[in-house]
């Protein structure tokens, strides 16, 4: 069954009431930065076990863990990623004795998701992020570049040793795309760009374990039909990043969940079509009049009117 879920720091702030009032109780959570004691490891159980607690103590059920320890080291192949690896075997057999389903992760080296513009003008004054190739700053990282061949190699080390930890566990690991799926930026490879390296990726380690979470504002930069990747993909998607955006890889906007270039609705009903079991949750909102841009994409407001757009095409869509 789809499920809406909303992303809820493990810090308490005003989406916590904000995502109630809008009926929403599913968390994808981050990491136990607020719980740790004194000696205590992020990928311990204690403090996962104590922010899972806070989660619910706040009327919150947590689906998805959707944050990383360090694994850079891991990403390039480096002397230290074996110690890497374990911290990420440790988080994931603690998630399954705390019944947390899915981890969401990434293959990006070195820097996480760009963007050029924090502030691009939208609709009636509100704000999105946007990219152009063009515009980004040099100095992105010290290291040196690497191969998308590379990071392949690397990535198999890192699924050969985890995978078999999270099939017993009973945990998903849940590859999201680069953001932007463009390759090389800044003489590093980016890998999970298109929708031949995801099916190399499910094909290089077939295993139940193994699998796409599905960010829509990456894959519409991918292919023309993203319901139709949906479905090919099917039963391999255990997490939806439901939002849109303008443009190519090389040069896009978000946009308003109203307002892209993809049939939400008919992503919306490919998800139906394939019986997916699992959470979606909105991404990269807005920021709206009497907002914050602080954390530009994440804006308290913006979400609500993402959650009223999904529940609407959601009870649509499964009452036909």
């Known amino acids: 069954m789809l499920e809406i879920a909303e992303f809820i720091s493990p810090a308490a702030s005003p989406v916590w009431k904000l995502a109630q009032q809008a ?13 740790l004691q004194a000696g205590e490891q992020l990928c311990d159980f204690a403090p996962l076990q104590r922010m899972k607690q806070n989660y619910e103590a706040a009327g919150f059920e ?6 990383r320890p360090p694994l850079n080291k891991a990403k390039r192949g480096l002397p230290g990623r074996d110690e890497e690896i374990a911290m990420v075997c440790s988080l994931i057999e603690n998630m399954g004795r705390l019944g947390i389903p899915v981890w969401c992760y990434e293959w990006m080296a070195d820097f996480n998701w760009l963007r050029t513009n924090m502030a ?4 009636g004054g509100s704000v999105v992020t946007s990219f152009d190739v063009k515009d980004l700053p040099v100095g992105l990282t010290k290291e040196p570049p690497i191969s998308e061949e590379a990071l392949w190699a ?5 699924l050969e040793r985890v995978l078999p930890v999270a099939e017993r566990a009973n945990v998903k690991l849940s590859m999201h795309p680069d953001d932007p799926p463009l390759s090389p ?3 590093v490879g980016r890998i999970m760009r298109s929708i031949d390296n995801y099916r190399r990726l499910l094909d290089m380690a077939p295993s139940p374990a193994n699998t796409i979470t599905l960010c829509q504002g990456n894959f519409t930069l991918m292919t023309k039909d993203l319901p139709g990747a949906i479905r090919a993909f099917g039963k391999a998607i255990s997490f939806i990043h439901f939002r849109d955006v303008m443009g190519v890889p090389t040069r896009f906007r978000e946009t308003w ?24 949750r909105p991404d990269h909102v807005p920021t709206v009049e009497g907002d914050s841009n602080d954390n530009a994409g994440y804006s308290a407001f913006g979400r ?8 609407g095409l959601q009870q649509a869509v499964y009452a036909q």
């Open 23 to 35: 009926g929403v109780n599913l968390a994808v959570g981050g990491l136990p930065f607020d719980t």
């Open 257 to 280: 969940h109203d307002a892209g270039q993809t049939d939400m609705l008919a992503c919306m009903q490919a998800y139906r079509d394939i019986d997916f079991d699992g959470v979606l």
């Open 304 to 311: 609500l009117y993402a959650i009223g757009y999904i529940r």
């Open 154 to 158: 690397n990535l198999g080390y890192f």
């Open 62 to 67: 947590l689906r998805v863990i959707e944050a």
């Open 120 to 123: 691009t003008p939208s609709r």
């Open 185 to 187: 930026i800044a003489g």
